[in-house]
């Protein structure tokens, strides 16, 4: 959802994102056909993004509510290693803080819940990777590196992308490498 206060109105885009995680609820069995078609009629008609955020609460994959914690995932670790992959809910900003860690972030199966993702990072001897698909693009320009290396696909999709990812921050002996 966009970073507008929860009391504000919905946009069409802020709906779209609601019946994708009730459809995808729907298809993991964890509504039955009667409550997706309710909860679908409300999100249709829902015009505030507190009557948005409501209708996915109970729900793995929910979307933040704009101000709450689930705008950041925060991923600290040290000497150790971080998967998160399949089904899951990229909030808008992501926060990378690794010592001797490898983190693997894989946006393949992902619900998107912005058209940006910020990942801000602080990486010390550590690999960071992402996986991702041609209609993702990936901004580098806020990364400060320092023996370190980013690799990154560059082919092009033939559209939009559907997520623009920006990495920014700090890499000490770091890299970071994107997997298709």
């Not at 959802?1 to 709906?15: I, V």
């Not at 001797?100 to 940006?116: K, M, P, Q, Y």
Request: proline share 6%; no cysteine.
């Amino acid at each position: 959802m966009s970073n507008e206060p929860p009391g504000l109105r919905a946009s069409h885009e802020d709906r779209d994102r609601v019946v994708d995680v009730l459809r995808i609820a729907a298809g993991d069995g964890r509504l039955s056909a009667e409550e997706l078609d309710a909860r679908l009629e409300t999100a249709l008609s829902a015009r505030t993004l507190d009557e948005l955020a409501g209708l996915t609460a109970d729900l793995p994959g929910s979307l933040p509510v704009p101000g709450t914690s689930k705008d950041v995932l925060v991923i600290e670790q040290h000497g150790s290693k971080y998967v998160r992959s399949g089904r899951w809910s990229v909030p808008p900003r992501i926060e990378v803080r690794m010592q001797l860690g490898r983190a693997t972030l894989d946006f393949t199966d992902a619900v998107l819940t912005s058209g940006v993702l910020r990942i801000e990072t602080e990486l010390v001897h550590s690999k960071l990777f992402l996986v991702t698909a041609p209609d993702i693009v990936i901004d580098t320009d806020g990364l400060g590196l320092t023996y370190s290396r980013v690799k990154l696909r560059t082919k092009k999709s033939d559209g939009p992308p559907r997520l623009r990812i920006e990495l920014v921050g700090t890499l000490l002996h770091s890299r970071i490498k994107e997997r298709r």
